[in-house]
């Protein structure tokens, strides 16, 4: 089985705090595309990375960043599972 081709799932921090999904109708198609849990577990990303922007250097946010897209896009692509829902082996089958 062929894995799907990812998408870009967060602009840089200075574009985050200003992100409006109808800008971005590849992602919002690729959000809308799966489960209706993915926009949640987006948001939740949104939320994380902004407290991040906010109280930490621009490297520290592009490197949290680049992480969190990772796993959000192994959560939809490959496990197809909600973060929520994920239990310690799944967490650990996405860090081997």
């Given amino acids: 089985m062929a894995t799907p081709k990812p998408v870009a799932l967060y ?3 200075t574009e985050l705090s ?10 919002t198609e690729f959000l809308s595309s799966g489960s209706n849990w993915r926009k949640q577990s987006w948001l939740w990303g ?6 991040i922007g ?7 946010y592009t490197r949290f ?3 969190i897209e990772k796993f959000l896009l192994w959560s939809f692509l490959i496990k ?5 829902e994920f239990r310690k ?8």
């Fill in 18 to 27: 200003d992100v409006r999904l109808d800008e971005f109708p590849e992602l």
């Fill in 80 to 84: 197809d599972k909600p973060c929520n």
């Fill in 54 to 60: 906010r109280n930490k250097s621009q490297h520290t």
């Fill in 65 to 67: 960043r680049s992480e």
């Fill in 46 to 51: 949104q939320e994380f990375l902004s407290y």
């Fill in 89 to 96: 082996a799944d967490i650990l089958e996405y860090a081997d």
């Fill in 11 to 13: 602009p840089t921090y």
